[in-house]
């Protein structure tokens, strides 16, 4: 059976809603984990069968779908190591680093749309910058 880890952040309160219609509607075996837990490692020494998380050594799953929202700076950067983690030791990142990139910036997820979809219609979008005139 495929195992997976939901990854998610603390200030997620429908963790259990969401793992139980996974589990009932699409019937695979899901555990909620949070990313904060996650150890980050890389080096020669470092097993890349395991995961480090919450203080025990867990076998890597098949698949992670990462679900977090109201990330500040430092959260962002966390869970994106360890994504970039467990996507260089094989494991399919449902929502990788690059979208979390992607989304996590308005402008750039307006670029990326234009250039993919051109016929998607964007309204004019600009960076505003201290001291600039948007006029």
Known sequence: ?????????????DVDKEVGVMRSLLGIDVEP???EDIVTTVGDDDDDTMLLADGKRVPLPDFVSVRAFGLDANESYRLKSVLRMLEGRGVLCINPASCKDITSDKLLTF??????IPDVRIPRTMLVTPGMDPR
């Open 1 to 13: 059976m495929v195992k997976g880890i939901y990854l998610v952040n603390r200030r997620r309160a």
């Open 33 to 35: 984990m949070f990313f």
């Open 111 to 116: 670029q990326v749309a234009s250039r993919v």
